[in-house]
């Protein structure tokens, strides 16, 4: 008997530790999709390198307590499983969110992005969000906008001097 609740806690242990290490988690309802599409969703979070797993939901309120997240023991109800992100904060919402436009099956329960319980409206609006590259690509836009102009600037008077010169 004993090993049985040492095992337990193995397991609430090592969702604490997922918990506590990810940057970002999110909690979705899967009932309903086939074995066929679970596998493509979890194909999708490997390559991104987010760990998909399914827990019993007293063990993952238990660890969501211990972790000092349970504001999230609303949304662990039903069968559920959770996708952990240590490095990327949008890419499971926005794998998750894709996947859920495209099965409706799919439901986003709720996240904890950086250690704040989020909603599932939150989560959603994270998954709107341009990626880091195309983040990136916007601020060197902005930050190259007044170079270039006063560049144009330059060559406008420059070209007018010759005008005015010949």
């Known amino acids: ?15 604490t ?6 940057q970002s988690t999110i909690v979705v309802d899967y009932r309903g999709l086939t074995v066929a599409e679970v ?30 997240l349970s504001g999230l023991n609303d949304a662990l109800t039903g069968p559920n ?3 952990f992100s240590n490095e990327d904060v949008v890419a499971p919402a926005k794998i998750l969110n ?21 909603s599932v409206e939150e989560v959603k609006a994270l998954a709107e969000l341009p990626s880091r590259e195309g983040l990136l690509s916007m601020l060197l836009s902005v930050l190259q906008a007044p170079i270039r102009n006063l560049a144009l600037a330059a060559k406008a008077v420059a070209d007018q001097k010759e005008e005015q010169g010949a």
């Open 17 to 22: 530790a997922k918990f506590q290490a990810s």
């Open 81 to 83: 499983a959770i996708a």
């Open 98 to 118: 894709d996947f859920a436009k495209k099965n409706e099956a799919l439901e986003i329960k709720a996240g904890v992005i950086e250690g704040n319980i989020t």
């Open 1 to 15: 008997m004993s090993n049985v609740i040492e095992l337990k806690q193995q397991i609430v242990d090592e969702i």
């Open 39 to 68: 596998t493509e969703l979890r194909k999708q979070l490997r390559e991104a390198g987010i760990d998909f797993k399914v827990y019993k939901n007293s063990m993952t309120r238990r660890a969501a307590e211990a972790a000092g």
